[in-house]
């Protein structure tokens, strides 16, 4: 009997709370009522950053979204996701210099870095895109390749209904206060740290 007593207890005790955190959620939903271009940054030290990108493109062309994306940095690799949403309609323009730290050569990096930035804009400026995926922008900012201010500026003047995701490591303050969404990944273990390669199909 008093094991009895005790399992309903708990059982009272786990309803008491799942009901309280119903009615917070419920609270919460009723006060959602605005729609929108929801702008979110993915940023932190861990891997998965561009990953969580292209997966929120992939669920807007799910969708019927229209969808463009412009990659920094890794433009001369090979990309599984590009392979796979280009064929689903979804635009790319790709930086064509690379990882900065293979050029070692600002200027061109630099100027890679503007035509890329010039292709985003148009994007940012075009009514019938639903969503950008700017993937790795951050370092742009980081390394002074773009003017911040003309980026925030883009970004605020796209379409009201535009979705916009920026990925990459140490976003700037100014794209952090300005996001509705702000994402951290944190790395807590990295193969790569352990001596294992990049390996196609897994992490590129």
Known sequence: MADNNHDQRKNDNHKARQQRLKEKVDEKVANAKSEGGVFQVITGNGKGKSTAGFGTVTRAVGHGLKCAVVQFIKGTWGCGERDVLEKLGVTFDVMATGFTW??????????????????????LSDDSIDMVLLDELTYMLSYDYLDT?????????RPSHQFLVVTGRAAHRKLTDLADTVSEVRNVKHAFEAGIMAQKGFDY
């Not at 201010?149 to 003047?157: G, P, Q, R, T």
């Open 149 to 157: 201010d003309e980026v925030i500026e883009a970004i605020k003047s």
């Open 102 to 123: 293979e050029t070692q050569n600002r200027e061109s990096d630099i100027a890679a870095a503007e035509k890329a930035w010039q292709s985003a804009k148009q994007y």
